[in-house]
């Protein structure tokens, strides 16, 4: 009996059939949802019900947040635009053209994170240019949030339909 292959045999290195993947892909999505702008939600909530020290807090941080993130759009924007259209690209060849499963779960989870990423720059653009205070930022980064909440809602789903169908094709030897 060849133990190698025996080991190979049980413990599975395929992308969508490794529990680690799904277990990485709720953490990537249960921070991105966590986190709005780099601010955590928690504060959020813990402002809106308390004020005072704590809403001024919350203002505090989300204005810093919203200046280094406005800052790295406007210094290295372009730089990062170009480099992620790279590699997404690179990642898409190699994950549909060539068939490499790694990389067809790194574009289910790098592509709508990108989206996030699209979208916090322009609610960061938007709380920098509207400066909005009290009760209007706390809308503004719910309704991000909820924006956030509904991409991964979204690109779970997917990547579980494509996961499972994944599997479904290596069982029938496709």
Do not use: C, K
């Amino acid at each position: 009996m060849d133990w190698m292959q025996t080991l190979l045999d049980v413990i599975d290195f395929r992308s969508f059939s490794n529990l680690w993947f799904w277990i990485m892909l709720a953490v990537v999505w249960s921070s991105a949802t966590h986190r709005i702008l780099g601010v955590p939600f928690d504060m959020v909530l813990r402002a809106r019900q308390q004020g005072g020290q704590a809403l001024a807090d919350l203002e505090d941080l989300v204005r810093i947040q919203v200046n280094r993130i406005l800052f790295i759009a406007e210094m290295s924007g372009l730089l990062i635009a170009a480099t992620l259209a790279f590699g997404v690209t690179t990642l898409m060849v190699l994950a549909f053209w060539y068939g490499v499963e790694f990389a067809q779960a790194v574009v289910l989870i790098a592509v709508p994170l990108a989206a996030v990423g699209a979208l916090s720059l322009v609610t960061a653009r938007r709380i920098a240019r509207q400066a909005p205070e009290g009760e209007a930022l706390f809308r503004t980064l719910a309704r991000h949030r909820a924006w956030v909440q509904g991409i991964g809602l979204v690109s779970i789903f997917v990547t579980a339909l494509y996961g499972m169908y994944q599997n479904l094709l290596v069982l029938q030897g496709l």
